[in-house]
């Protein structure tokens, strides 16, 4: 599909309609941290999902104020996470950057860390030794996050990024690990882009929703065909085949009340202007996502 | 990894090592039907799997006599499906195609048809629909097929390609959908490619087995970074992370007794001499899959 930017430009957007909406800065990565923020007020966008290396290249004191100036909640900071290194340097390693992560988060203000669990060890073929280094980063960070009003939010990602990203693939998988914590400590990321084709996703928001789990609530769609490497395959809302409204009526009946991120990581949405791509993006939400 | 023909060519496989052993052509695509079963005799090959593509233009009862003479038991024929489609005309043609697929199936003496179920039609967003009408076809073909003495297998592909290839997407979903007709009529396809990822994959094999559905049992290892398009990015046997005789030895605990078939869709595989390729697989398969 196509864009229309004269569209999206002359968009009104229903008084509300952005209440929940909440853009990941990496959806708009063209745009620097003011010009994020500058579009964000122009456009009445009130949230916002923050990435560690943009954060710490602008400074992690110096963008939670700019970010609390201009009226932004953060929503969530990505990511923490590749928990799955079986040497004990590497593991060591691993933790006390997810220490400075959870540090990070609660200078920005935001209640949620993302995790990327991490993938396979180069020669392994132990899918469920790597999920129980999962479970004991877990363990070994929950306090450290609790103390900082900082929630871990385990991310099931697609199953085709098992082996190199993720080894935590349904959110069934997700909750096994989660709910071994207290809920304060240990939630979980529910993404569309990583779940839509799962049958078992409906009975499995609800019972994130019931445990009080969901940490946070993304959207991307679907789209084909994939791109080599396949992460920079993310489709814009509505472009693809995933049931968006669909999604957020389940997280919503699940007792989700916070904010819904629009995640998309695509080359083609990062070649055109940000201010333009930020309008379509919120534009498409309201069309694809609320009621 | 770099193959290393010398080693392949001089491998002595053990007595019976093969025996179970069977290849899918296309793994080995440059090789044409008589090279193959030529390929075959020569290293004691005495299983494949066949396409109906190269098996028409070769012709059906010309290839039937081919694989007869040379002694090779037709594994399985792929393959059937696309039954997502919802306009009537679409369906029909369909449905005809599987018919003469069935009847492609009786005479190459295979008892199983590899179906893939089909994507997403344009512009839909219900999987749950898509689904239905698998199920629909089968109860179409079940009664035809059983007729043939041929079982419709129905294969769940990785996730990834839910959209544009297959709605049936882990071995739970085949087996709710297969377990709606008779065991003779509906069985499943258990293909490590597509089910290495999914930690409930032990306990379906078990129920695959426990309940007669193992149809066929594949092989092909996960590797990447995935290609473009992600179809042909199949790793060649030990190349990956999956582990293979792990899964061989779930599908034997579970009963089954056939033929473990190798099919590998890969580039660099079909760039190479085809008789390599097919004593590689052999090796690979008797390193990293027997006991």
Redesign the interface.
């Known amino acids: 599909m196509t864009s229309d930017p004269g569209a999206v430009g002359a968009a009104r957007f229903p008084e509300g309609a952005l209440a929940r909406f909440s853009i990941n800065q990496r959806t708009v990565k063209q745009l620097s941290l003011p010009e994020l923020a500058e579009e964000c007020g122009r456009l009445g966008i009130t949230g916002v999902g923050l990435w560690r290396e943009p954060v710490q290249e602008y400074g992690v004191e110096k963008a939670a104020r700019l970010v609390r100036d201009a009226g932004l909640e953060v929503t969530s900071l990505c990511r923490g996470g590749f928990f799955t290194e079986s040497d004990p340097d590497g593991r060591r390693r691993a933790l006390d950057d997810n220490r400075a992560a959870l540090d990070e988060a609660a200078t920005l203000g935001t209640g949620t860390l993302v995790l990327v669990s991490g993938g ?1 060890p180069e020669g ?5 030794g790597a ?1 129980e280094r999962v479970a004991e980063a877990l363990a070994e960070l929950g306090p450290y996050a609790r103390e900082r009003g900082v929630r871990l939010a385990v991310e099931p990602l ?3 990024f ?3 990203r993720c080894v935590v ?2 959110l069934a ?1 997700a909750l096994d690990l989660a709910e071994r914590f207290p809920a304060d400590e240990v939630g979980v990321v529910v993404d569309t882009y990583h779940l ?4 078992r996703a409906p009975e499995q928001i609800a019972r994130a929703g019931a445990g009080g789990r969901i940490a946070a609530f993304q959207l991307a769609d ?1 789209i ?7 992460l920079l395959g993310r489709g814009q809302l509505g472009d ?4 968006l409204r ?1 999604f957020r009526e389940l997280a919503d009946a699940a007792g989700h009340e916070g904010p819904v991120e629009v995640e998309i990581f695509n080359e083609d949405l990062w070649a055109r202007d940000g201010a333009e791509v930020l309008a379509e993006t919120a534009e498409r939400y309201v069309r694809h996502a609320l009621d």
Request: proline share 9%.
């Open positions: 396979l392994s073929r132990d899918l469920a999920r697609h199953p085709m098992a082996s190199d693939s349904t998988q839509w084709w799962d049958d679907w084909t065909p994939l791109p080599e490497g396949v693809g085949c995933v049931d669909g």
